[in-house]
């Protein structure tokens, strides 16, 4: 992960306007339903940079740890040494996947080819892979898949088009050892393309994959012609597999913002990806983690604006997801299982405007208040003219609140303590669509 520091693309990414293949065509047959209604997943990024973990010669390396071959200058040869270091004897797939299952997390996507172009997955189209040429020679990804299927996760792929050790491409300087961004060497598109429909066939078909998330799509060289003939090759294999739009060139099923929430969310299908710490592949030195209460409020205002949470792990050389991320993602599992009915298939608030206590999400029938600020008035000013059936917190449905109208909407009386510090679910019965006051403000 990390987009390109070394200046702008000709467009954002996040604001290309998005040309799909038309509707008639018959092979966009990608199953969103059920990605649309997880609104929680787990980013793994493992690789051999976790060999290093953000230090090269005694420095800390600054910056993304799965960037450290760029970062440190390190030749391809010497990079490649490091796979022969590479033995995760604590590596456990089922243990990995219950911290997310644990967590509430509905969905998982790890790193199966990052930038640096070693592969973590038993691939025939290349020596440069975790089985063939690792002391370790085990496929953590078909371990991975299992699991996941074993405990009702969906399996992703996350795979860079860009990479630093393929034939086909060249750094942008490549005696400083500067990779960022690549380059396609002449005529070698329709090589490299074959050695990627290869790769990506690979993935779907030995590893039940749902869901394949590109990334790398900036570097020089990667065109329109690539994009779509990549895309079409998904599409006529596994037409329900899910690709994000990092293919480039407008194809793909939904957007993908990185370390930030769009304020009131993206039109159409979008999933905000988020480190816990400052960094995706594992940095030794990097403790500067997100509390709790701010990835539960992440989520929430993810899913208000009706997109998902993509949260990333880092796990070290010897196959461990540091234990602060566990035990953070702990707490948010912890949170969901009270509130889990407020994400889970929710749709977006129907309020336009930012809400001075929080956040809202709804469901036919339902509008959930996720309280982030719990008002001294004791007192939530909801802007709908709905009369409420009836309001609940959702942590304890039996204590029935209060409602009154008041001149800007319906008002809930709340008891003077919050049931919970990170975010509080108010929880209203109504008929019929939202009517928002907003609508008819001047």
């Known amino acids: 992960m990390v987009r390109s520091r070394k200046g702008p693309l000709p467009i954002p990414w996040?604001?290309?306007?998005?040309?799909m293949p038309p509707a008639t065509d018959k092979l966009h047959t990608a199953d969103m339903a059920w990605w649309a209604k997880a609104r929680f997943g787990m980013f793994i990024h493992w690789g051999l940079y976790a060999i290093p973990g953000g230090v090269w010669k005694g420095k800390r390396v600054p910056g993304g740890g799965e960037w450290i071959m760029n970062t440190a200058r390190i030749s391809d040869k010497r990079y490649a040494q490091l796979a022969k270091q590479f033995n995760p004897v604590n590596f456990n797939a089922d243990q990995w996947v219950k911290i997310a299952k644990d967590a509430g997390m509905k969905y998982l996507v790890i790193t199966t080819k990052h930038h640096d172009g070693f592969c973590m997955f038993d691939t025939k189209a290349t020596n440069y892979n975790v089985v063939a040429g690792t002391p370790w020679h085990t496929d953590p990804m078909a371990l991975l898949s299992k699991a996941c299927r074993k405990r009702g996760i969906r399996f992703g792929a996350y795979y860079s088009i860009m990479d630093w050790h393929s034939p086909d491409q060249v750094g942008a300087d490549p005696a400083a050892h500067n990779y960022n961004p690549a380059h396609m060497k002449k005529g070698r598109n329709r090589n490299y393309l074959r050695f990627l429909k290869r790769q990506?066939?690979?993935?779907?078909?030995?590893?039940?994959t749902n869901l394949i998330f590109f990334d790398g799509e900036w570097m020089h060289g990667w065109n329109r012609a690539d994009a779509?003939?990549?895309y079409f090759h998904i599409r006529r294999m596994a037409p329900a597999v899910i690709l994000n739009a990092r293919i480039g060139f407008g194809y793909g099923d939904y957007l993908t913002p990185e370390q930030n929430i769009p304020a009131r969310g993206l039109p159409g299908s979008w999933e905000t990806n988020m480190t816990l710490n400052n960094t995706w592949g594992y940095a030794s030195w990097d403790h500067d983690w997100k509390s709790s209460a701010m990835l539960?409020?992440?989520l929430i205002h993810c899913a208000s604006g009706g997109g998902n949470f993509l949260l990333n792990v880092g796990p070290t050389d010897q196959g461990m997801i540091p234990q602060p991320e566990a035990e953070r993602l702990m707490e948010v599992g912890k949170w969901l299982k009270v509130n889990g009915q407020a994400i889970y298939g929710s749709d977006r608030s129907p309020f336009k405007t930012a809400l001075p206590f929080g956040y809202a999400t709804q469901k036919p029938g339902k509008v959930f208040l996720e309280v982030i600020?719990?008002?001294k008035s004791h007192t939530l000013a909801v802007p709908m003219t709905n009369r409420i059936a009836q309001a609940y917190l959702l942590a304890n449905p039996r204590i029935k609140l209060k409602t009154t109208s008041g001149s800007s909407g319906q008002l809930v009386h709340l008891p003077a303590q919050a049931p919970?510090?990170?975010?509080s679910v108010v929880v209203l019965k109504i008929k019929g669509a939202v009517k928002s006051t907003e609508a008819q403000a001047p």
């Open 14 to 19: 996040w604001e290309v306007k998005r040309e």
């Open 200 to 208: 990506i066939s690979e993935l779907i078909r030995q590893y039940h």
């Open 228 to 230: 779509r003939a990549l």
């Open 296 to 298: 539960i409020q992440h």
């Open 373 to 375: 600020r719990w008002p």
């Open 420 to 423: 919970d510090p990170a975010a």
